[in-house]
């Protein structure tokens, strides 16, 4: 950490850990916004939420995060990561990569799997996610309120069954 940046905000308690922290969690705020609670200087729009066993959690950005983990490289990579994957989540409704299957309905091929979004009743769509390689398969749950939003929700799917290890490393 810069010099100057350990003379802001909570780098300059001594009370506060400075070391010996874990990331938890990242998150994009889609545009600049709270202010980084460690550093107290700089506007986030990627989050990292940083716990420790001796203070509650701290809400900060990647550089903080890095230091307070002892990780730059780690906290960068995870923010890497979180970049991508919103890039890869504002093009997924784009029509061309969207075709319509036998029965009507929108599919996509998407990295090994196949994504289906139908009609369920009244207005509302579902989805079925499914893993090509291992034939595993994820119907929706919820309902959605349009055939948008529910291939914005199978898109979350797969990364959620991806971020909890669903498919024993076949990603």
């Not at 983990?69 to 029509?95: M, V």
Request: hydrophobic share 30%; proline share 6%; with cysteine.
């Amino acid at each position: 950490m810069p010099d100057g940046n350990r003379k802001k905000g909570l780098w300059a308690d001594p009370e506060i850990p400075k070391t010996g922290w874990t990331c938890q969690g990242i998150e994009d705020n889609t545009e600049p916004g709270p202010i980084c609670e460690m550093c107290e200087s700089s506007k986030l729009r990627y989050i990292h939420e940083m716990h420790h066993p001796k203070h509650h959690p701290l809400r900060v950005g990647c550089v903080c995060a890095g230091w307070m983990s002892g990780d730059l490289d780690g906290a960068r990579s995870r923010e890497k990561k979180l970049r991508s994957t919103t890039l890869l989540r504002k093009g997924w409704l784009n029509p061309r990569r969207w075709h319509t299957s036998e029965k009507g309905n929108s599919l996509r091929h998407f990295r090994g799997w196949t994504v289906v979004v139908y009609p369920r009743y009244d207005n509302i769509w579902g989805f079925r996610i499914t893993h090509k390689l291992s034939r595993k398969s994820w119907p929706s749950k919820k309902p959605y309120e349009s055939e948008d939003t529910a291939k914005l929700a199978a898109f979350d799917a797969i990364y959620w069954v991806k971020n909890h290890n669903l498919l024993d490393k076949l990603w």
